[in-house]
Every structure is written in C-alpha cells, then in structure tokens.
C-alpha cells in the first residue's frame, strides 16, 4: 500500500519523537515538554511554522513544503486547541527543532518556502 507523503511522515513521526515530558516521563505528545497536560482527543500531525493557510493558493507541489519534519508536530488534540496556535508555543518549537535538525537546517527550511505564486 502506498501512502501519501504526509500519511508516511506522520507514522514516522509518531515512531520516532518522543519527549521527557515536564513530569519525568516519556511521552509521545511532544506538548507535555512545553507544559504539563492530560492528553486527549489522539495524537496528530500538526504543522507549526507553516501551515496550509500558506500554501493554499500554491501549485500542488509547492502545497508540499509544509509536510516536512521541520515543521510538524506530534500533539493531542487538547494541547493543539489550547497551546498549539499560540506564539508562545511556536518560538519555543523553534528552539527544540534547533536543537534536533540543527540552526542551519531549520534556517535553510524557514527561509526556503516557496513566495513565488504560480
Ligand atoms: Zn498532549
């Protein structure tokens, strides 16, 4: 069965993150790092820098920019709705992908969209 890009990363994604949460353990909701939640409402992959919002108007290939390990999240739906949109949240995302993939590898990502409208 083939899957399609964001499907595969998601189960990547879901296979390898895994965060200390604020409680001492290991979690697989990369929120309980920010700050200490109940999980619920299932684990998803959410883009965090750029989201679909940005690339809606994109030809399809570009529309994939934002299904990339850089800018994706593993959160729980309760983490998502409350914190997941806020600036707070996304500065502090940026650090942890800093220190993950690297300043030059997030800059490369970050500066990298795609502006140019087709
Ligand atoms: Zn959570």
């Known amino acids: 069965m083939k899957l399609n890009p964001r499907k ?12 200390k949460g ?7 909701c990369e929120g309980q790092a920010f700050t200490r939640h ?17 690339v809606m108007k994109m030809p399809a290939k570009d ?3 934002i299904n990339h390990e850089i800018n994706c999240s ?10 997941g949109h806020s600036r707070k949240f996304r500065e502090w995302y940026e650090y942890i992908q800093r220190g993950r993939y690297g300043n030059h590898a997030v800059d490369t990502y970050l500066a990298e969209f795609p502006t140019k409208l087709a």
């Open 8 to 19: 595969e990363l998601k189960l990547e994604l879901l296979d390898t993150r895994r965060v």
């Open 22 to 28: 604020k409680d001492g353990e290991i979690h697989a």
């Open 38 to 54: 109940v999980c619920s409402g299932g684990l998803h992959m959410n883009e965090v820098f750029y989201t679909r919002g940005h």
């Open 63 to 65: 529309k994939q920019y």
């Open 74 to 83: 593993i959160l729980c739906g309760s983490f998502h709705t409350n914190w």
